[in-house]
């Protein structure tokens, strides 16, 4: 799937005055991708991310997802495309902690009314083959309170594959975590990518963005791209 933003802005109210969280971004993401966007706290990182995965609206421009303007859809459709075609991975998990991680898994496809995969497995099955991958067949049944901050990421990363989607959004997926659990996380996403899917994280740190394929960095609401000094250190090595 192919992401493309054009003159995105986007502004807030502030008392008597506008506040420009984004000004004109221009962004074009191709499918497979592996896109890194860093910056200061308050640059707008996040508030782009909101915007690309179609949780929020932008104040001017437009995105496409393929051939399709999203500023063009109604908020019924807005919400199949979000459940149906992007993962959301977050810093603080977002996991709810009535449920289990079995059960937090199974939410999205839920709410989009798929009991069943292509394959014909049912939808228990599949969460269940997901959590394994991740490692945490032993933990289906505990609920968040009874999970490490690690394994609270990876139950929310199965929550973001349940629906098979093609674009993964992860908002400094590491920020929670210590180092141990930050190199476990980012080996799971860099995985996912190599398999095909559209990667892109917001992150305030180097060392995780120097592992994507492109660096595009947030000041004061621009964008603009960045060496990446990881793949520069590859091609000396």
């Not at 860093?38 to 995105?63: Q, Y």
């Not at 051939?67 to 199949?80: E, F, P, Q, S, V």
């Not at 496809?109 to 069943?116: D, L, W």
């Not at 590491?174 to 860099?190: A, E, P, R, W």
Request: glycine share 8%.
């Amino acid at each position: 799937m192919k992401l493309q933003a054009i003159n995105l802005s986007k502004k807030y109210k502030g008392g008597k005055s506008n506040v420009w969280a984004l000004k004109n971004i221009n962004l074009e993401v191709e499918k497979g991708e592996f896109l890194a966007i860093i910056g200061h706290s308050g640059a707008g990182k996040s508030t782009l991310l909101h915007l690309l995965g179609v949780l929020d609206s932008p104040s001017n421009g437009e995105i496409f997802l393929d051939d399709t303007n999203i500023n063009l859809l109604n908020t019924y459709d807005k919400a199949r495309v979000r459940n149906k075609k992007i993962g959301f991975i977050f810093q603080f998990y977002h996991l709810l902690p009535e449920f289990t991680a079995l059960e937090n898994v199974m939410l999205p496809a839920k709410i989009r009314r798929s009991e069943a995969s292509e394959t014909g497995c049912s939808l228990k099955d599949k969460a269940k083959d997901i959590l394994k991958r991740l490692g945490l067949e032993n933990r289906m049944s505990h609920h968040p309170s009874e999970l490490s901050g690690g394994e609270q990421q990876r139950v929310a990363i199965a929550r973001a594959l349940i629906n098979e989607p093609e674009l993964l959004l992860c908002d400094e997926p590491t920020g929670n975590l210590d180092s141990q659990n930050g190199k476990v996380i980012m080996n799971i996403l860099k995985n996912l990518n190599e398999e095909g899917k559209t990667l892109i994280i917001v992150s305030h740190q180097q060392g995780i963005a120097n592992q994507a394929h492109q660096i595009l960095e947030m000041k004061d609401g621009k964008l603009s791209k960045k060496e990446n000094m990881g793949a520069i250190r590859k091609v000396l090595l």
